[in-house]
């Protein structure tokens, strides 16, 4: 998959709130940017230009994030376009959309390096209970730790943000792939599941400018199982989150989706 472009937070910050139509700023090829990378519209160019595609696309970001439709490039909305999120799109409407299952339901997955941030053995210890909480989702599913020379099927590790096979550079935590037949980043390999290590600070617990190990792990481990991002807030599968937050558990939506996947 090719490199995109790290995403200038303090640009989209820049950009006026009563931009019209037909207006320039700096900051607009960088909204553009986001929109284009994250699918919530395809633009025509990526340049300065605040445009009425841009503006639209603007509502249906607001839309998803349960924001006011302003179409302008409020407080809000800013605080949403710059939170940290994961790698894959968030612009599916659907909520509980999943994407296709595993054919089978005894997983396996394998550790490559951990974070610097953290005692290795709390990083695996972290993720461990995040596949237990898919595991209890009540659809037979099983997970079972494996060395890293052996086959596996999910293969976690802590990396440099200019990941070769996902760019995570910018507002990215981390990012995972589909099951087989349905993936976009791994061909016959086991499907990656990658942290972020060279922008983010990475805890076990609610840490106020780090992030949660077994938070996000939860959200991308659903992504490994077939999920699409949730547009419902507080779900696992909604797209963003903060830092010092804690989310350990499943959500109502969570369950649907993964009840649809292996029913």
Not at 52 to 58: D, E, F, G, H, N
């Amino acid at each position: 998959m090719a490199q995109a472009a790290a995403i200038d937070y303090l640009r989209i910050r820049q950009v006026p709130i009563d931009l019209r139509v037909g207006d320039a700023h700096a900051g607009v090829s960088e909204v553009k940017t986001y929109l284009q990378r994250y699918e919530y519209f395809a633009p025509n160019a990526i340049n300065d230009t605040f445009d009425l595609q841009t503006q639209r696309a603007i509502r249906n970001f607001q839309d998803w994030f349960d924001l006011n439709q302003t179409g302008c490039m409020d407080g809000p909305t800013k605080a949403a376009m710059t939170q940290r999120r994961c790698a894959l799109s968030g612009g599916n409407p659907l909520a509980a959309n999943t994407i296709g299952a595993w054919n089978e339901k005894a997983l396996t997955y394998a550790f490559g390096p951990t974070s610097l941030d953290l005692n290795p053995e709390k990083c695996r210890q972290a993720v461990q209970r995040a596949f237990q909480t898919w595991e209890h989702s009540g659809v037979g599913l099983t997970f079972k730790e494996v060395a890293v020379d052996v086959a596996h099927h999910i293969y976690i590790d802590w990396r440099n943000a200019g990941d070769n096979d996902l760019d995570m550079r910018g507002p990215t935590l981390a990012h995972a792939d589909f099951p087989p037949g349905y993936s976009i980043i791994a061909r016959g390999g086991p499907l990656p599941l990658h942290f972020d290590d060279s922008e983010n600070i990475w805890v076990d617990g609610a840490v106020a400018g780090a992030f949660d190990i077994e938070t996000v792990a939860l959200h991308e481990i659903g992504h490994c199982l077939g999920l699409l991002h949730s547009n419902v807030p507080g779900a696992v599968m909604f797209p963003t989150v903060s830092d010092g937050f804690l989310l350990r558990s499943l959500q109502r939506d969570d369950r649907r989706g993964i009840r649809r996947l292996y029913p």
